[in-house]
């Protein structure tokens, strides 16, 4: 979701197809791109014909149910490219991710998400140790409002080792908080749970434009579908691989046709939904390869199942005796 302004709100410049930062803040482009556009707006029309028609085909169909699938056919249309703006605690436990400087301004340039009340997940491109990670905000849904977030010290930042910039695979830091969040952690999936679901919660603080220049700092949310994940050592994701640019062990794609993650949105949670219980199950990482937009074409996230002995270690690590 989008880009801000340089100054006491700087923002650190991501790296290629990364999803963090202040993409294209430069240029301060406000323009878009006018086939995008039209190809939106078609699509938009289209999806309206649909549910019109169908929803006048279901005349004879009893009341209630017509109109609760009135409702769902209502969804589709509902959302836009970087998602619609979340309402005030919702998402409490989605941080901003950014840096207090000794002068006492802040600078924010990532998403993250608190699965435990001492720790915090983020991309791990989002740590640069010329200007390293140190305050996270909880219960925040704009930047330019944050008097009743929670602000909260990082006391140990540790990106997986494994980690390599434009390498696959193992985009995440675990933050380690100075004190306790009062917010509500959230769950991290098991591997079965991605066998319940279709679709993904993508939620983050980043852009909200195809061509990632604008919106940066206001938490948004958007439903898309998940593409390509690996449900067994069996499944045969190597075409996919070649062609995104993911490693599935490690990964899984989601979105796309104009719905999606974008710039700033790095290290934010993609949700899942499993017997009504919301869990995290990736963390935003970087544009799926071949891409025409900055964003709109589908991401890349990272596999927190797939994580969890590192995260686990670094708790450990520095003395939080919890298993995640």
Not at 233 to 245: I, N, P, V
Not at 293 to 307: F, V
């Amino acid at each position: 979701m989008t880009t801000p302004p340089s100054g006491p709100q700087g923002f650190l410049q991501p790296g290629r197809g990364q999803r963090s930062g202040c993409a294209g803040c430069a240029q301060a482009e406000e323009e878009t791109d006018l086939r995008f556009a039209v190809t939106n707006l078609s699509r938009k029309y289209t999806e309206f014909a649909e549910v019109v028609g169908r929803y006048m085909s279901e005349a004879g169909m009893e009341r209630v149910a017509r109109n609760a699938h009135a409702v769902s056919l209502a969804e589709r249309l509902a959302r836009i490219v970087g998602g619609v703006e979340t309402p005030v605690g919702k998402y409490p436990d989605c941080a901003l991710i950014g840096q207090r400087n000794r002068n006492g301004t802040l600078d924010w340039f990532c998403t993250g998400v608190l699965v435990h009340p001492r720790v915090v997940l983020t991309a791990g491109h989002c740590q640069d140790p010329q200007s390293p990670i140190n305050v996270v905000a909880l219960k925040a849904v704009d930047l330019q409002h944050l008097q009743d977030a929670e602000l909260i010290g990082v006391r140990r930042v540790r990106v997986n080792p494994n980690y390599r910039p434009r390498v696959a695979g193992n985009d995440i830091t675990v933050l380690i908080l100075r004190g306790a969040a009062t917010v509500d952690p959230i769950p991290i999936v098991q591997p079965e749970d991605f066998a319940a679901v279709h679709r993904t919660l993508l939620v983050g603080f980043g852009n909200n434009d195809p061509k990632s220049t604008k919106g940066f700092g206001r938490q948004r949310e958007v439903t898309v579908d998940i593409t390509n994940v690996r449900l067994s050592a069996g499944d045969d994701l190597d075409d996919a691989e070649q062609s995104l640019g993911f490693e599935s062990d490690l990964e899984f794609t989601a979105g796309g046709h104009g719905f999606d993650s974008c710039n700033g949105d790095s290290g934010g949670p993609a949700y899942l939904e499993v017997d009504g219980v919301r869990k995290v199950a990736g963390l935003t990482s970087r544009g799926t390869e071949g891409f025409a937009h900055p964003c709109g074409d589908g991401g890349i996230y990272t596999r927190l199942d797939a994580q969890r002995p590192f995260i686990n270690r670094v708790l450990q690590d520095a003395g939080v005796h919890d298993e995640l």
